[in-house]
Structure formats: C-alpha cells, structure tokens
C-alpha cells in the first residue's frame, strides 16, 4: 500500500532514539524527507547518516530542548529554512519515569514531566504551523502511553503528563479539523525502550535479558501482575506502522483518535 509519504516533508521530534528512531526509519523507508530534532547532536549525527542509508533524499537535524520554548522556536525556523511546508509532524519525545510514588514526587520533577511529556508535543505543534498550513496536506502525532488508561504504580508523574497530551491533542484535532490538519494519538503499550530496558536490567539484577522480550514480558508480569495477551513486551518497530499510518496522506477521515498499540495489554 502507497501510504503517500514519498518526497513528504516530516519531522520527527524525539527521533534520534526509542519509538521516534524507529518512526524516523520507518518514513526514511517510504522515500521521506526527514528533519529529526533531539538533544543530542552526536546521536542525532548518527541518526541522520542512518536514514540517508534507508532513501531518504533529504535529512535535516536540529539540537533542541522541546522544555524550552525558545529552543524549539528556532528549531522549526531552521527547518522553515529549508523547506517550504511540513507535511507531517511527530512527537515521540517523552519524560523519564522515576519509579517514586506520587507523594514522594517532588514539584520540579512533577513540573519537568509535564513540560516535556505534554507541554513539549504542544511546543513543536504551535511553532510548526506555520509549516503545516502551508502544506497540502498536513498530519500531526502525537505519542501519549497505554498506562495512562491502566495505571501501575511509580509511573504518576509520567502517565500525568501523558494523559494531558490526550487531552491536549483532542483540543488540537478539534481546532484544526477546519483547515484540514489532523490531529491523532498512538498509544503504545510496553516497549522496550532505553527507559525499560534500564529499568528490567536494574530491577531483575540482570537475570533478564531485555532483548529476550518475551522474558522481558513475563518478568514484568511478575513484578505488575499482568502482561500483554501477546505475552511478550513490543520492539520500537512494531509501533512505527501505526505511527505511520495516522501520519500519511491516505489517512484522511481520521482525527483526534486515540490507537492502543499494546499488544492487549491489562497492566494495572
């Protein structure tokens, strides 16, 4: 299937690693230009050599922190710098879970999460479009977290902020909908991320392999209580093909949706 994303102008927020990189890809596969923005110009480097690799014609980089409003202005002015418009826009940046309960959260860490779990995706949105009016067709994605609709415990400031983007990106998709810019949310359920992958590494004391994704599964089964239906945690791959979907230009009658990705999960 033509998703329609060949010679599409996207940018990926957060797309130097996780779910961000591998969406990143995904596009870089589907003939895209790419403009990837991250905090770190070694791995953004890295990332953007990786998608020329994979047929993408044009890659752009831009070293932001999407905390900082200012920062993410000037991002997307050096993007408008090259490009015309912006087809579609991804925002896979999230914050670090802490593992604290609620109480023991203090205000900077709660006002942290939100900045860059929900605030960020708003900042790259309000400062891309200009980018996305111009377009013929435009697409915004937001990643928000299946925990945020079944809750486990030590992830309350994360699942906070993430809920907010819902929220958020509802608001956004309604105001949009009359200039044809759509708006949608990719939930995803366990994925083995940077975060988890530390995360199973540290809490089984590294009797658990966190590429073996299936025991990675059962570990957290064992420590939540549940797993996925599918029994195992996702590689960041798996998530690419819904992201891609909400952002191509054969989704047209679909917005302010909000897609489980999760395996048939009922964490807790």
């Known amino acids: 299937m033509d998703l329609g994303l060949g010679d599409a102008c996207v940018c990926v927020s957060g797309g130097s690693a996780g779910m961000g990189r591998a969406a990143a890809e995904a596009f870089a596969r589907e003939g895209a230009k790419i403009a990837v923005i991250g905090r770190d110009a070694g791995r953004l480097g890295e990332t953007a050599s990786a998608l020329r690799k994979l047929g993408s014609a044009d890659v752009l980089t831009a070293v932001a922190d999407i905390g900082d409003t200012a920062s993410v202005d000037a991002a997307f002015a050096a993007i408008a710098a090259h490009w015309p418009h912006l087809n579609a826009l991804v925002n896979a940046a999230g914050p670090q879970t802490c593992g604290q309960p609620w109480h023991e959260i203090d205000d900077a860490r709660w006002i942290d999460s939100f900045s860059i779990g929900a605030l960020g995706a708003m900042r790259c949105v309000r400062a891309a479009l200009p980018l996305l009016r111009a377009a013929p067709w435009a697409r915004v994605v937001n990643l928000s977290a299946m925990s945020t609709q079944h ?13 907010s983007l819902v929220s958020i990106s509802k608001n956004m998709a309604l105001e949009l909908a009359s200039e044809g810019i759509l708006v949608n949310i990719i939930s995803p359920g366990p994925v083995m991320s940077a975060n988890l992958r530390a995360y199973v590494s540290s809490g089984s004391e590294g009797r658990v392999d966190p590429d073996d994704l299936a025991a990675s599964g059962q570990w957290l089964k064992s420590r939540f209580g549940s797993s996925t239906d599918l029994g195992r945690v996702a590689h960041p791959d798996e998530i690419a093909p819904a992201i891609l979907l909400a952002a191509s230009r054969i989704s047209t009658f679909m917005t302010g949706a909000n897609t489980n990705v999760d395996g048939g999960s009922h964490f807790q």
């Open 151 to 163: 809750h486990s415990r030590g992830l309350a400031d994360y699942t906070a902020a993430k809920a």
